[in-house]
């Protein structure tokens, strides 16, 4: 009976310790997430959107999708519809109107709610 909870208390230590991990791997994810879409809406040139949002638009969408959302900032930028303007001083601000700009089922706008 004692092997038995031994091998309880190893299961229990196992579960903990790989709990804690992906706590913590979450965490750092997060984190990442926030500053990428925080560089995102921070851009204030064509060049800045694209270079804050190549990583995630290939992270999320795969490679191919990376000539596309190049696109779509483009045209946003012509559109004058981007940069995001200054009087937007929150996030939360600055990502609602992304959302209001950017075309349904684009990479932009999937990348703005992910």
């Not at 190049?70 to 929150?90: C, H, Q, R, W």
């Amino acid at each position: 009976m004692s092997f038995k909870r031994d091998l309880e208390a190893v299961r229990n230590e196992i579960i903990l310790s790989a709990s804690e991990y992906l706590s913590q791997r979450q965490s750092d994810d997060q984190d990442k997430i926030v500053k990428d879409i925080q560089s995102i809406v921070d851009a204030r040139t064509e060049n800045a959107m694209i270079s804050a949002g190549r990583e995630a638009v290939s992270g999320l969408f795969g490679e191919g999708a990376i000539r596309e959302f190049v696109e779509e900032v483009v045209g946003l930028f012509a559109a004058s519809k981007l940069p995001v303007s200054v009087i937007y001083n929150d996030n939360t601000a600055k990502l609602y109107y992304l959302l209001r700009i950017s075309m349904k089922d684009t990479f932009f706008s999937k990348l703005v709610q992910s």
